[in-house]
């Protein structure tokens, strides 16, 4: 019997991948638990965004080409990153349109996903459940929320999770000067920055901080850490997915 | 004025460390973006407005020549003179020009970006004529010597006892850190300059195609007294302001203060529209307007075009958390902030401002507050691709970049280096579960810890199970 759950590619992305490997566990748990049948296309790399934004047209466009290639023939591309799938929307600007390949980049965009854009779509939300307890702040990623438009969704999720309390920051939609290759290009601004959020982040009071891109979270955690504030960061599919008993980003194993 | 954008981050590092600015900077980002989200709040149609201004601005872009025809035209009508001027030189000479005509000596001055930009303040000194400028803001810089930080709030980067110390130098009074002391100190000052000046200079937010009119808005009123009590009103404006019709501008009026300070309106909102007529009580005899190409009409038709649509709210570098840091100066040139970073390059050359455009996170918000829509992080990424086309992007990044694209475009080598960097990580991470201090990784680790992987690849681990 043919199998009738539709496919779903997972880009994994390269920092859930290296650094957080969880968080591509909790969206093949969330993805399957919304119906879908998923798959990890093992040509996929990285985006292409490092490139992109540093005005490399040509690697930009290569790498654009062997994602495409990835992942065709699945239903839908979702990844847990706004930054990521923000990326993956940008393809058809690399190709001219009488490039074939043009036509094929907007076809992937139309496919292509952020995990809890996409979970609001298509998952029945009575099914989620988490032991998860405790006060928490959200973060919006400014490419998920001023490419994708998302900043309701991960919310209306996490309303789902009677232990989830939402305790709003200041200028929670305000960037955290991570921003690819800027904070080491420009060190001292992005602390300024990240430095701000941390203070915004502190005065709620919350014990969590979530948030739906790691490079965004990398950059929070190691300046919450440094400043010995004790709120624990996590992405917010580890809490959808009940998968919050490994440590926090950044914390000590064990504990 | 001296262009210090190659030394963005030199600037950067000074501005952040400089208490009484970011004193400043905070008061900028306390006020403006929240009066300009009430004052949206409170009207509804504001959307449907910006997507209105887009296209119309689109369809004077594509007309431009036309507009600007029928504008002359209609100057010419009324009895007024335009000036062509391609380059900033062509424009000083012409305004000097106009000046010693008129045998001035002083001329007054309404605020105006252009002739910051076509530095005509330090031509005319040098040419024997004094500029006095009687925007309150430029007034203080100017007796300060110094310029603006900002495109609608020049002297924004400024505390109260800097302006209370430069009145106190300058006016000879006893010192006063009541502002509306100083208010009144600088009225007097200037009166007796609008009453001696023998030419005044303003810019213009609009001209009119249909009327041959030009538009000032301010909060002041000292535009209007620049532009009626001398003999001769010269208007510099930029080409990209031309409107076809009144109604026309009456859109972009709606749009500009709302965006900039959060006012529905513009306090004086005044039209000149040719030399005074026999039946007018006032206004100048002679009406000029200097017309500054100066780059513009080579981005029209490129990917820069939408650039010209900017009506100089301030909105995107009120808005800008990078801007917010490290405030206007430290651009290093005339416009600061998202709008600065991709119309400097244009004027003084990529190879000078390429920190401009590269000093964004892309966090979009500049492209979210634009009135007229512009997007400003891929205007921002195209000098980034001029960048790179011309081999000017720093060497470390270009070769940083191209070593992990070289991996990123083999999937098999990728993984590799993915698991090589995540070993790594982990073992310098030990127990902790972070690292401190890493090398080659300055940037980061000077000011935060970098948290390292919680176990093997997400790769690694999804061949295993399966």
Known sequence: ???????????????????????????????????????VPERQTCCGQPAFNSGDRKDSAAIAQQTIEAFDGFEYVVGPSGSCIGMLHHYPELFAESDPWHQRALELKSRAFEITSFLALHLDMDKLSSSFSGKVTYHDSCSGLRELGIKKQPRVLLSKLPGVQICEMEEAETCCGFGGTFCVKYPEISNRMVGNKSDNIRATGADTLLAGDLGCLLNMVGKLKREGIEVQARHVVEVLADMVDTPAIGEAKGV | ?????????????????????????????????????????????????????????????????????????????????????????????????????????????????????????????????????????????????????????????????????????????????????????????????????????????????????????????????????????????????????????????????????????????????????????????????????????????????????????????????????????????????????????????????????????????????????????????????KEWEKHLTPGAARSGIGIWAFFAKRPALYRWLAQSSNLFLRLVGGKRGRVRKLPLAGGWTDYRDMPAPSGKTFMQQWQERK
């Open chain 1, 1 to 39: 019997m043919a199998n009738p759950r539709p496919r779903v590619g997972l880009f994994v992305t390269c920092l859930a991948d290296m650094f957080r490997p969880e968080v591509a566990f909790a969206s093949v748990k969330l993805l399957e638990l919304a119906g879908f049948e998923v798959e």
């Open chain 2, 1 to 385: 004025m001296e262009v210090t954008s190659q030394d963005f981050k030199k600037n950067a590092h000074i501005a952040l460390h400089d208490a009484k600015l970011q004193r400043a900077l905070g008061n900028l980002k306390a006020g403006f973006p929240g009066k300009r989200a009430a004052a949206i709040a409170r009207l509804p149609e504001f959307d449907a407005l910006r997507d209105q201004a887009r296209d119309l601005k689109n369809h004077i872009l594509a007309h431009l020549d036309l507009y600007l025809e029928e504008f002359e035209n209609n100057v010419t009508a009324q009895g007024g003179t335009v000036h062509w001027c391609r380059t900033a030189e062509d424009a000083r000479k012409t305004i000097l020009e106009i000046c010693r005509q008129q045998d001035a000596k002083t001329v007054t001055k309404g605020k105006s970006m252009v002739t910051e930009e076509i530095a005509l303040n330090e031509y005319l000194e040098a040419n024997g004529v004094t500029p006095v400028e009687t925007d309150l803001g430029e007034y203080i810089l100017q007796l300060r010597n110094d310029h603006p930080s900002h495109i609608v709030a020049p002297a924004i980067h400024l505390t109260l006892e800097d302006v209370a110390e430069a009145f106190h130098e300058h006016h000879q009074r006893p010192k006063s850190d009541d502002p509306a002391v100083l208010m009144q100190e600088a009225r007097e000052m200037l009166r007796k300059q609008f009453v001696a000046a023998d030419v005044g200079i303003t810019g213009a937010n609009f001209l009119i195609a249909e009327t041959g009119s030009t538009i000032i808005c301010t909060n002041e009123g000292n535009g209007d007294l620049t532009q009626t009590l001398p003999k001769t009103h010269i208007v510099v404006s930029s080409i990209e302001k031309v409107v076809p019709t009144l109604e026309d501008m009456t859109l972009f009026l709606r749009l500009l203060a709302r965006s900039a300070t959060g006012q529905e309106f513009t306090v004086y909102n005044t039209l000149s529209t040719g030399p005074r007529r026999t039946t007018d009580q006032d206004g100048p005899e002679n009406f000029h307007v200097v017309l500054v190409d100066n780059g513009r009409s080579d981005m029209v038709g490129t990917e820069l075009q939408e650039m010209l649509r900017c009506i100089r709210c301030s909105a995107c570098m009120n808005h800008c958390p990078v801007y917010g840091a490290v405030g206007g100066q430290t651009y290093g040139w005339v416009y600061p902030g998202p709008m600065g970073s991709v119309l400097t390059p244009q004027m003084i050359g990529i190879e000078n401002a390429g920190l401009l455009p590269n000093a964004s996170t892309f966090c979009g918000k500049c492209e979210e507050v634009c009135p007229v829509r512009i997007p400003l992080p891929k205007l921002m990424r195209h000098w980034r691709d």
